[in-house]
């Protein structure tokens, strides 16, 4: 008799592991261009977050960009407070690897980071991300404000009829509205930086999203 392996399911905050009441240590700076890591936003700017597999490679996809004042890495949308990557890594945090940054509307819009992400990744692969398989790399898109939260329930909807078309399943990237954002350890703040041929398992499905092209609504 052969039985079906359980998919992975992000751990219920009951069952989560203890954590911890002091925040990890992490990096004082940011490797690559030298700001203070925990920056508050600058005035005229906004924070934004994802996830969409292991956080090296999803940060420097984004820290290329202009418009991007500071990049970092972390742990969000668990029930563990202050977790380590050991930790996050059982899959009994509840947490998914994120990437949050600062960046200049004026320069790179919300639509275009959008566009950076759904390009950037395959949303419809549930709980992994290539060979990278766990709760911790989940798709997911952490709104900040009522805006950010409609643009990318709309970036959903319209992205989503492309994948179909191109052969690939249902889109199974979560939003919900920004929970905490933790810290990771110095080390893998910008870690392709740090380490150029360093792993990197992200890699998107090669169809293009609307949004942020001109072409979206």
């Not at 490797?31 to 994802?50: I, S």
């Amino acid at each position: 008799m052969f039985f079906q392996k359980s998919k992975p399911q992000v751990v219920d905050p009951e069952n989560a592991m203890p954590g911890r009441g002091a925040a990890i240590l992490t990096a004082e700076t940011h490797f690559v261009n030298g700001r203070p890591l925990k920056a508050d936003v600058p005035e005229g700017m906004q924070l934004a977050m994802f996830g969409m597999g292991c956080f090296w490679g999803v940060e420097r996809m984004f820290w290329k960009h202009g418009g991007i004042w500071i990049s970092r890495v972390g742990y969000s949308a668990g029930s563990t407070p202050n977790p380590t990557y050991s930790e996050v890594c059982t899959g009994q945090t509840g947490h998914n690897e994120v990437v949050q940054m600062i960046y200049d509307p004026g320069v790179i819009s919300y639509k275009e980071l959008l566009q950076v992400f759904w390009e950037g990744h395959d949303p419809t692969q549930g709980m992994r991300q290539g060979n990278d398989a766990g709760t911790q790399y989940r798709s997911g898109i952490y709104t900040y404000g009522d805006v950010q939260h409609v643009v990318a329930k709309q970036s959903c909807i319209d992205f989503a009829p492309r994948l179909v078309a191109a052969g690939f399943g249902a889109v199974t990237t979560e939003i919900i509205p920004a929970p905490h954002f933790y810290y990771a350890e110095d080390y893998h703040q910008q870690y392709l930086a740090k380490n150029p041929a360093g792993y990197c398992g992200i890699g998107g499905t090669g169809v293009t999203c609307p949004i942020g092209t001109g072409l979206d609504r």
